[in-house]
C-alpha cells in the first residue's frame, strides 16, 4: 500500500518536475492537538519543493497550485499542508 507522503511526492513530481522535492511527515509533532489527532497517521505534511515552474510566481500561486493538486488528499483527511515553494535560485531553508 503506498503511503500518503509518497502520493504526494508523486503528484508534485509528476504536475512540478522540481529540481529538489521532500514531503516530511510531521504528523508526530501534533499529537494531542485535537481529541482525533494522535500523531500516529499521516495527518500533518510539509512539502518542500523548488521548480522552475514556480518562477514568476507569487508566493499566493504558488500556495494554491499546490494545494489545488493535493485537494483530494487534503478532502480525504489531511489535516494540515505546510508548503515552502521556491523558484530555481531562491533562498531555501534547506
Known sequence: ??????RIEEKLVEAFAPERVSVID???L????????????ETHM????VSG????MSRLARHRAITDLLKP???AGLHAL???????GEPTRW
Open 1 to 6: 500500500m503506498m503511503t500518503l507522503r509518497t
Open 26 to 28: 510531521e504528523s508526530h
Open 53 to 56: 515552474k514556480f518562477a514568476g
Open 30 to 41: 501534533h499529537a494531542g492537538h485535537q481529541p482525533d489527532i494522535t500523531g500516529t497517521g
Open 73 to 75: 488528499e487534503l478532502d
Open 82 to 88: 505546510a508548503v515552502e515553494p521556491a523558484a530555481p
Open 46 to 49: 510539509r512539502v518542500r519543493i
